[in-house]
């Protein structure tokens, strides 16, 4: 059963922003938007490329893939604008005091 | 997110140490603080470099890993390779350092040297000198060949005179503690018309050991010369492993080049085969078997730099779990190659819906009067063919398995080694899960 981990101050996101951090050996971007924090596997699901320098939507709550635009929902990290069509890996996102923190999604 | 990485265990003053324990000659020692001047300058590669954009390593932290001071006091992993073999040398290394080395007093007294290259380019220095200097691998190529030309330990050197032909297999493994790092170099020099077989292969204590390689290959195989080279990359799957391969074939030479790509978490491999002579020939084969979250990365160049040069590569990968492979494969037609016959493939069997595999395949002509074809080709295990097969009292778990071990069988038949081929199936049907 993954636990939560500590992945960043909540001073350190500013809204709209992402940051990227390792988490139990994992790439994961914390992403703040429309008041909101979310993690996502940094992959594209396209072409296994990183996603945190994409462009942020936060009216629709997504992140555009940087190498061809692929788009992903912070929220569940639905696959939805192709050449993308599989999901990446959201993870479960709650804050304790001033820490973001992260429960890993291991599928 | 290219960026140097400041790291003391690979410092200008660890670095210095390093140089003080090698006891080379002039020449080698300055080679190495030019190419250590060049890693402190050369930028980590990233994601947005052509080669690297399918291989991400940002995990890798290179100031975690430290080259190896002392060698274990013993063997910490069994070969595959050697079973069953009657050999003419043998090397074990750990961790880069030799532990043992032999090589038959009829090879020996016909001048043939094998054994730690940091030992005999010492003692024949003057002999290996033009070897070294004809840079096979341009250790200027990115990050890791500086790294490794800077910092190679131990090492394996396999050295045929003219017209010596070593018709027994020779053998070496290097293996690396869990954590540990390697950054051994093997150089094989085949003067003219010279023979011999060398079965490499790498591997660490168990199978999830971690742990990082860099090193190089540099093959030279001398006019009329024969050299079969196989290399079984077997680390633990939490390693990373960072290698350059080339061999330079000379007129009217040949080489059988077998890669077996099974270990590590993370690997990206340079395998460049330069026809350098007219009349070369070059057979590269490659056996590669992924699961988990593997990630291996191979790039291949056939270079055909004289005429009526022929190479032929046949690579064939197995996926499983979430594994990937990018295949990246290149013919290189130079303008005065006429009359070339070249020819490439790649084969995936994707065994899990979750697997990736990424399958580039290239040509780059010059010439206008040549022969090159390419192809690829990936896919599931044709349920046609497990319908047969339990048509014919197989289960479905024994007919995926025996479609598997029939996929590799192409490659397995062109290898002329049967000990390599034996360890090669059974290193492959170990990893064969049984599917439902």
């Given amino acids: ?107 | 997110m290219s960026q140097a990485i400041a790291s003391a265990a690979f410092s200008p003053a660890a670095f210095e140490a390093h140089l003080a324990s090698q006891n080379e000659p002039a020449w080698l020692r300055e080679r190495r603080q030019a190419s250590h001047a060049a890693f402190e300058e050369m930028p980590m590669p990233g994601m947005g470099d052509e080669e690297w954009m399918r291989t991400d390593i940002r995990l890798f932290h290179l100031d975690r890993y430290c080259p190896p001071a002392e060698a274990p006091s013993e063997s910490i992993a069994e070969p595959l390779l050697s079973r069953g073999v009657e050999l003419g040398g043998d090397m074990v290394r750990a961790d880069g350092h030799l532990l043992t080395s032999s090589l038959a007093e009829k090879w020996a007294s016909q001048g043939v040297l094998y054994g730690s290259l940091r030992v005999l380019v010492a003692e024949h220095g003057d002999l290996l000198r033009p070897f070294f200097e004809r840079q096979v691998v341009d250790a200027r190529y990115d990050r890791f060949a500086a790294l490794s030309d800077a910092w190679w330990s131990g090492g394996t050197l396999l050295y045929v005179p003219r017209g010596v032909v070593i018709d027994e297999p020779l053998h070496m493994i290097s293996a690396m503690s869990d954590g540990g790092a390697d950054l051994g170099r093997t150089l094989v020099v085949l003067e003219d018309g010279a023979e011999a077989t060398l079965l490499a292969e790498t591997a660490s204590p168990n199978e999830e050991a971690g742990g990082m390689h860099c090193g190089t290959v540099e093959l030279i195989v001398g006019d009329n010369a024969f050299l079969r080279y196989v290399n079984l990359q077997n680390w633990g799957s939490k390693a990373w492993h960072f290698s350059h391969q080339k061999a330079v074939i000379g007129r009217d030479a040949r080489i059988q080049w077998t890669i077996g790509a099974l270990g590590s978490r993370v690997a990206k491999v340079n395998q460049h085969v330069a026809l350098a002579g007219e009349g070369a020939d070059a057979q590269v084969n490659g056996v590669m078997f992924t699961e988990g979250k593997q990630h291996l990365s191979y790039h291949t160049l056939q270079h055909h730099q004289a005429p009526h040069c022929h190479s032929n590569l046949l690579y064939n990968g197995g996926l499983q779990d979430k594994s990937r492979i990018v295949w990246r494969g290149m013919i290189k037609v130079d303008t005065e190659a006429q009359l070339t016959d070249g020819f490439q493939r790649n084969d995936s069997l994707m065994l899990d819906p979750d697997a990736r595999s990424d399958s580039i395949p290239g040509l780059e002509i010059k010439a206008d009067d040549v022969r090159c074809t390419h192809g690829s080709t990936a896919g599931r295990v044709d349920e046609e063919m497990i319908f047969y097969a339990r048509c014919r009292g197989y289960t479905r778990q024994e007919a995926i398995r025996t479609i598997v071990a029939g996929f590799f069988q192409q490659v397995y038949d062109r290898i002329t080694i049967p000990s390599v081929r034996e360890a090669l199936g059974q290193a492959v049907g170990q990893r064969i899960r049984e599917y439902e």
């Fill in chain 1, 1 to 107: 059963m993954a636990e939560y981990l500590p992945a960043a101050k909540v001073s350190e996101i500013p809204d709209p922003g992402r940051l990227l951090v390792e988490l139990d050996d994992r790439l994961i971007v914390v992403l703040h938007a429309a008041g909101s924090f979310y993690a996502l596997d940094d992959i594209c699901t396209h072409d296994g490329g990183p996603l945190s320098d994409g462009e942020l939507d936060t009216e629709d709550l997504s992140i555009a893939c940087p190498r061809h635009g692929a788009k992903f929902s912070l929220r569940d990290g639905a696959a939805m604008t192709m050449p993308a069509i599989q999901p990446t890996v959201s993870h479960e996102v709650k804050i304790e005091d001033d820490t973001v923190m992260v429960k890993l999604n291991d599928s």
